[in-house]
């Protein structure tokens, strides 16, 4: 890799093109590529990744599908007003929202649509191949944002499995960072045993999972009895409505009980709370009650209160995702990636659980990618 | 070592004899050894150490230093009271309280006390080693749990440094479990870095500081943007009162500042506070408030609220402290144990500031004591 | 009234007798009436009401209906065990537990109880006038401190209800302190009306609901925006378990939201969750996330967190509505109590909302029994 | 009043003219009197006072004194990039802002400047004159909203002193937003004796101690004993910088004290902190902890944590107080008001502390001050 020659350009194609996460995540690259904004959040932008042979940010290209009209600098301007990106920003990078807002396409199945689950495959898998045939790209990732799905039940392929199939059929690397099915489906077990490309997931842990990652860990560390450990999640936007829905909610939970189950070596009581709250918007408050036993049995208590813009914590991890399954793809790794478990609730493969671990492994990963470049 | 022979008895001297947290130690490592509760809260107690060759908690033997005369049964009786012991339990190991009670000595110097600095380690080391002759044990370690001093100033060696002087001359492994400073006294170098015992300190990490080096990390690897860690503490007890002086709180906060510069890699603002409210007794409440920014500047924030109870808190980190150095001092190991950073703010040695790491240099010194075993 | 006559000695007849709070009541009335510790909690004690005729402390006989057989100095030493009530108490006051536990008489209906609505009524008020009788009582008040009832559907009387009515028929004063139906059911609307003795209630302000109405009223007066608030209450005990049913919740929240509703003049978003946490025993923690808007739009937030414990918060106010409705019966008062809606979640008649206001009617309440003395 | 008669404009002259309170007032009166934004956080806009013929906002004007150059304009722009104002409002009320602008004088004393204390007081009262001539206003309030200054000690009279003996002076009504002295000074007991304007303050209550006044009354009519009741503020901005000089802090403190004196009836345990924090800008954060304890000695704890943005809670009261007092003013009226105790910490005169009752006494006022329209 010579300075002197331009960096092909890459392809990230995002199911769920149109919503916060994805439009902040478009809006941001740009900004950072031109200068505008420092990389903060963004781990694939320090010392230990600097010589990973990584592509560009500029050197991205995004599209995607989406059920929605609303065209990307549009949303962009209703994120700002919002707070979730900053004034002015939408207007700086327009050109940049306009090109990834020109490589959308519909996604589905749409209501009413008669097209069996092999003409969407097939019609998504031709979406992406045009883009990568259009765009001159050397390779693309897919990357699931979009809304939590209510948790499958039958043998149906749900829409997050769909996309999935196509990113594969197209031989393009795939990231779920949704709670949805997406790969794990065992009509798809096959085809991702087999995979060409490599892929990685499931569920980005942004916040409150994020936070226990950590204290999980140090409770089971130190020998104390966490005997209770209770959440509530108030969140507004289109994440708090879908989760609104109890079986969309449930899959999302299901990720942050697991995370305290590895940690903790056992399940404490407590329940997770997500609530829809319009007046917060993009912002999401969590907060955690952790009752535990110190010595001799004396009761303890620990509380969090995480309050964060939940598109801002997931849109530079889903950059990084991105960067680093398309350079895997690029030095030849297939399969599950599961040295990414830093970014998920339930990683694919076998991975540590405390995020200290899990971040060796991505420090080592980073250095596995600069060996083969 | 096999399990037909009884292991030798060993000493535990403990500076603050009569102080809650010693209290505590003494009470609850009877409990345990009774089988009256379970070792929630020891480390040494999980399976990492099982084969480490570490003393039995019923071989360990209790006397120390201090300055008052409130009997050991009674300040278990008043602890219990306060909520820090069970109910119960200081009539349940009555006779081991009055067993470590005969065995404290006066403390010192005392208001007016003539002696000099020369006679008042000769007479310290004198006590130990009558400890250690009278109990024929094996080999004893002498942890300081003493309220914090004030910060020292000057070339005269504080109370505790004098404490520290006497542990090595005495032959004793020796533990700083306060931010006091011990042996960390330029005149007491060349005593250190000749000792014929291990040593390990300084200031232990039982709450806030705990939580502030997992979740310095956790803002570190994420590439989140801290600019400002601030605290309070609430706290009464004798600890409150003494960290009520300035001078003392000082000593306390370099810790606890220590900590978020070595895992954030700079200095966020904010202070820290820590408040003398009677009220509370030996309950301390901490709270953080962290401000960082995340993607594009957006501007987010944690806070966490620790209730915990110092002295169950620390009693059994002092434990642990106690039988790895015993055992350490057994293996022929000396100097300073930098491989203990896990329970302290300000580690003996090079050692890593984020938990996660000093967790495994622990782990990894458990094998090493087997080993040696 | 003169101090050189004894008060006449007067009832309190308990619907869930063994009960948390029932029993707290119970041995905190006979140690307050002994010295043994100071009134905290009871307004009633306080200086407004030193001249209103309160039946004293010591005068207070103690009986009730229960269904389940644990003897009450048995719950209290539970409840000391849990930290709920102080060690050393259940013993000081054992005679006096014993006492009222001889005046427990079986709740119903059982399971399998083939009687009739009309029999069980009967049944209960022969219960309650023998207890007057026997105890050669002056007046006796009902008071229902029994678990939250599923919110009642269809015709039939549930058994609060069974009980409100067999309290009127025995020519006793009533105070519903639970958010169940009680006298607020359409079959006994008549038999209310025309009650020849006061009645009171209903459901007990004592935590969340009592921060919430005083935090209303700062909201609407300082003419703030109320956007969102979200609650989320953890508690074990009893109450946990019985409001961890959607029923019973569902009638617990009812009167929550309704003094939002009443103090902000509208219905903010949010919702109140309820968790059922063996762990936390008898305490409960109440946390609450107010989002509103300040001037020109701006985005603000208080949160609230209420740790403290149930029974302990009840029994006061318990033991107040005794001695003011037996006072008021003594009085000549009939029918509802709307002046002591400072009590209640849910208050019967027409009462101010805000905290302050009621209290204020309380006084004036207590200045007209002073006046008919 | 006729609707079609035209009200007379009448002055606002803000001592600290170019601060984020006084330009957060300026840009909002605008702001509503153009009916961009409700009136939210103005109590002087609810029904209470809809007669109480209070000066329309657009008939006010503003002027002021303050001893730095930056322009109005520019002010409100980097309140808006900082989130304080609604983005596009500065460019909305341009000239507004722009007019108040040239209303401003400098203030004093400057560092050098030789004045003597009555050339100062002379030039201030001059200063006023020429607004009220100017602007052909039919009267004038003078308002502090300067950073607090340390507290006064000796006899010299403090800048905050100068400013209300000119506004008095200069036959204006005068309203003390600050803890800085004002009129509270031994040598302007007689001009405050015989103003011949109305005069409020002291020392406005916009966040914590408006909680305070709220909860201390809740705990006292409960009978609750409250122990201990620590706070901590972090807040950035102009003020943060001022309160970290600890004489200012002492200031500022000493009236949150005294509510909880007042309502609580005593003083409990606890500190007040007050932390500078630049990052937070013009965003204050005040945690609360209060340890109280209920029946039997219980013990339990109350945590409030308040998120605000200091101007835009301060701003609104200021409007607020502006109106009433030129009402009061109009009306006749002289000397201390003591009627607002609503607003502020420290109130003139006797005033209840519990905010429920001033804020009757201010209902009260406003139907007063409809009485002489």
Redesign the interface.
């Known amino acids: 890799m010579s300075a002197s020659l331009p960096r092909p350009r890459v392809g990230v194609w995002l199911i769920g093109a149109r919503g916060s996460v994805a439009t ?1 995540a478009v809006a ?1 690259c740009a ?1 950072m590529a031109a200068g505008l ?1 420092p ?5 694939t ?2 010392p230990p990744f600097a010589d990973s042979g990584l592509p560009d940010l500029a050197s991205l290209v995004f599209g995607g599908h989406d059920t929605t009209d609303c065209p990307l600098p549009k949303r962009a301007e209703e994120l700002a ?1 919002d ?5 002015g ?1 939408p207007a700086a990078v327009a050109a940049e929202l306009a090109a990834a807002d020109a490589e959308i396409r519909p996604g589905g199945p749409a209501r009413g649509d008669s097209r069996s689950t092999e003409e969407l495959i097939a019609a998504f898998t031709a979406d992406i191949q045009d883009f990568v045939r259009r765009g001159q790209l050397a390779r693309a990732v897919v990357v699931n944002v979009a809304s939590t799905e209510p948790a499958a039940d039958g043998a149906a392929l749900p829409p997050s499995s769909l996309y999935a199939a196509a990113a594969l059929r197209a031989g393009c690397g795939y990231v779920n960072f949704t709670p949805s099915t997406g790969l794990h489906h065992p009509a798809l077990a096959a085809v991702a045993a087999t995979a060409g490309a490599p892929y990685a997931g499931r569920d980005g842990k942004t916040g409150q999972t ?2 226990r990652s ?2 999980g ?2 409770f089971a ?5 966490v ?2 450990w ?1 959440g ?1 999640n ?1 969140l507004g936007g289109g994440d708090g409505a879908a989760l609104a829905d109890p079986a969309a909610a449930a899959a999302k939970n299901a990720g942050k009980e697991r995370v305290l189950a590895d940690t903790l070596g056992g399940s ?4 997770v ?1 997500i ?1 829809d ?4 918007g993009d912002w999401k ?1 969590a ?1 955690d ?1 952790i ?1 535990f ?6 009761r ?10 939940d598109s ?2 997931a ?2 991890l889903v950059l990084d995702l991105a960067r680093l399954t398309l350079r895997a793809h690029e030095s030849g790794i297939r399969g599950a990636l599961s040295d990414l478990g ?1 970014y998920f609730k339930d990683p694919v493969g076998q991975a540590p659980s ?4 899990q ?1 060796a492994a991505l420090v080592r990963f980073g250095q596995r990618l600069r060996e083969t470049a």
Request: hydrophobic content about 45%; proline content about 8%.
């Open positions: 902040t941001g900004a904004h990389p903060t959040g963004m781990v932008e320090t007003a707070g979730v990106l900053p004034h920003l994020l936070l950590v204290l860990p140090m560390q130190r020998a104390l009895d005997r209770a209770s509530t108030l404490p009581q407590g329940e709370h609530d709250v319009p007046a917060l408050t907060w009650h009752a036993d110190g010595f001799l049995g004396t303890m208590v620990l509380q969090t209160i995480w309050q964060g813009c801002a914590l849109a530079p830093f405390a995020l200290g671990e971040y």
